[in-house]
């Protein structure tokens, strides 16, 4: 499958959505499978089939720098269980959003690692709320979605992207701390989440992004 045509499948998906409240979307997947450039594109067409889109990023409701290093920095069941907050994003987003009140798509900005104002944002009915984000699929946010898909890749492919975005000035790191912290903490903890929560029996689709060119849907 050409990534072109796997657009077409997932935003002819959300558009079939019912439009008498508003929908909301999990993008679920490991650090780095691409999650965000996945979730734009899928943005960029709904929108442009007059279909509102509210994306939002799990990235911005983390908790805070010492809650999420209270364990040793490889640790995978610390990146599981300390990294983000499942019930800020319930009050802040799914909450609201099933009951047709205005959500506030953002409470932490990891940069700055400082708590965001609130800036509520209205919905009309038929609106998308496309969250994209690691373990939305999970026990934890709870089911809560419209629409939930996962998306997977091999672990030597994540790896390697990694690397090239995060190793370096302004990094996580040199290449041999990223492949250690990826492979000792980011993969482990997905592996760990996958045991305990089930992410594929959640899924309503499944998709293989190990190529971002040449995708595989794996089910749905």
């Known amino acids: 499958m050409r990534r072109d045509e796997l657009l077409v499948q997932l935003s ?11 929908a909301t979307v999990a993008l679920d997947g490991m650090s ?22 509210l994306p939002v990023s799990y990235d911005d409701f983390h908790h805070e720098r010492e809650r999420r290093h209270r364990s040793h920095r490889f640790s995978p069941e610390g ?7 499942p019930a800020l994003l319930r009050r802040l987003v799914l909450d609201p959003a099933a009951t047709g009140r205005p959500v506030v798509p953002a409470a932490y900005d990891l940069a700055t690692e400082s708590a965001v104002p609130p800036q509520p944002v209205e919905l009309a009915a038929g609106s998308v709320v496309l969250v994209e984000g690691e373990f939305l699929l999970g026990a934890d946010v709870g089911g809560r979605w419209d629409l939930g ?13 990694a690397v090239r975005r995060d190793a370096g000035p302004g990094g996580l790191g040199d290449e041999e701390t990223v492949r250690s912290l990826y492979l000792r903490r980011y993969l482990a903890a997905w592996s760990l989440y996958e045991e305990r929560h089930d992410p594929w ?12 060119l040449a995708p595989r849907v794996l089910s749905g």
């Open 12 to 22: 002819a998906q959300v558009l079939a959505l019912p439009e008498d409240g508003v």
């Open 32 to 53: 780095c499978v691409g999650k965000t450039t996945l979730a734009l594109e899928i943005a960029e067409v709904v929108t442009g089939a007059g279909r509102p889109v």
């Open 79 to 85: 990146y599981l269980r300390d990294s983000y907050d």
């Open 149 to 161: 898909v996962l998306l997977v890749a091999e672990p030597a492919a994540v790896l390697a992207r």
């Open 201 to 212: 029996s959640r899924a309503d689709v499944v998709v293989d992004l190990t190529d971002p």
